[in-house]
């Protein structure tokens, strides 16, 4: 009989959905439990919740203590929040009560940068407990950092690389036309970025696991929010932008070590952008190009990416890791290709 690894998800919005959908489709995935705080969704049957004209037999939980202790489960899979001071209470409920957990929290792609202390005290109790934590996603988590590092397996010698990508936001949901700016006045964008509601979180972490993997030891790192402003007049289901105010957003970080530029991260999301794609240029021996036209579909690779990783996450060493940490992950996962590889030793850190 296969292997099943029982599942609690904490957080259905739109990223938690989209994992559950995902889940729901695996053979080898079992969902025992679901957590939500918000009103329209607890106390309600999951089914019901996310849309599929079935019931599941469970009930939408507002009580994540009582489930996480109650439910016996592998997995807690949580999309909450991209910022890990807001998601460490509900971490640390899952790591206490004895659950893996996988994450879609930006910064926990690569914590140890920005929320040393919290990183910290996160891998003492999952290791003191026996489990294991990890932030994944698609971006911070894969195009921006992880897929740049793997493409670097052919080189004698890597001098620099630079990752871009362009996001169309008007075939995506309102939470990232929001997150962008969209439909605000040029001054509005930049009080907005100055308070931090505006922005993508993960391009300082992808940074640092770009440059922490590679070695290099950084001498300067800078980062820019710019507006990107309409130039003709929008319509989407939610937002009517007019000519001139902002249709989106372009983010830039740049790193120098040794007085010359080793990581660029150019990420734009706007209405209509042109060409949209996802591009890594490694000038290294030998050099490599490589563009993805149309770009990676940002909640559907993310969804997939955290049930892709549940058998491994469940296979790892406990800590907190990183997804630098764990062995190449493909699809083929569902279908039980770990099973083949002897012991933990293929799960050791780079």
């Keep these: 009989m296969q292997e099943k690894f029982r599942t609690i998800h904490y957080g259905i919005g739109a990223i938690g959905s989209e994992v559950l959908k995902v889940a729901l489709q695996r053979q080898d995935i ?31 939980s507002y009580d994540a203590e009582s489930l996480l202790r109650e ?19 509900q971490l640390t409920q899952a790591v206490t009560g004895e659950k893996n957990v996988i994450s879609s929290c930006e910064e926990l792609s690569y914590p140890w940068v920005g929320q040393g202390e919290l990183a910290r005290k996160l891998d003492r109790r999952a290791k003191e407990i026996g489990v294991t934590v990890l932030g994944a996603g698609v971006n911070p988590g894969f195009v921006m950092d992880v897929l740049p590092l793997v493409l670097t397996s052919p080189c004698q010698e890597v001098r620099s690389m630079t990752v871009t990508r362009v996001v169309d936001t008007s075939t995506q949901r309102l939470q990232l ?43 300067e790192v800078k980062e820019s929010i710019e507006p990107v402003l309409a130039n003709r007049r929008w319509e989407t ?17 740049v790193a120098t070590a040794g007085n010359r530029e080793v990581i660029r991260l150019e990420l734009q999301m706007s209405l209509g ?62 279908r039980g290709w770990w099973k083949e590889v002897p012991g933990d030793e293929h799960l050791r850190v780079l």
């Design 273 to 334: 952008a042109e060409r949209p794609h996802d591009s890594i240029v490694i000038d290294g021996k030998p050099p490599i190009k490589l563009t993805i036209a149309g770009g990676i579909q940002g909640d559907q690779a993310t969804a997939a990416i955290m049930v892709n990783l549940i058998p491994a996450v469940v296979k790892a060493r406990p800590g907190l890791l990183t997804m630098r940490d764990l062995p190449f992950i493909p699809w083929w996962s569902a």
């Design 30 to 60: 079992q969902v025992v439990g679901a957590i939500d705080t918000h009103p329209a969704k607890a106390g309600r049957e999951l089914g019901e919740v996310l849309g599929l004209g079935r019931n599941l037999g469970i009930t939408v």
């Design 177 to 219: 036309q929001v997150k962008t700016g969209t439909g605000l006045s040029p001054t509005e964008f930049r009080f907005r970025v100055s308070d931090g509601s505006i922005g993508h979180v993960g391009i300082k972490e992808s940074l640092f696991m770009i440059a922490e993997t590679m070695g290099w030891q950084l001498d």
């Design 237 to 253: 289901d939610t937002f009517i932008v007019e000519k001139g105010r902002v249709a989106g957003m372009r983010q830039t970080a």
């Design 71 to 89: 439910i016996s489960a592998d997995v807690v899979v949580q999309a909450t929040n991209s910022h890990l001071m807001s998601a460490y209470p």
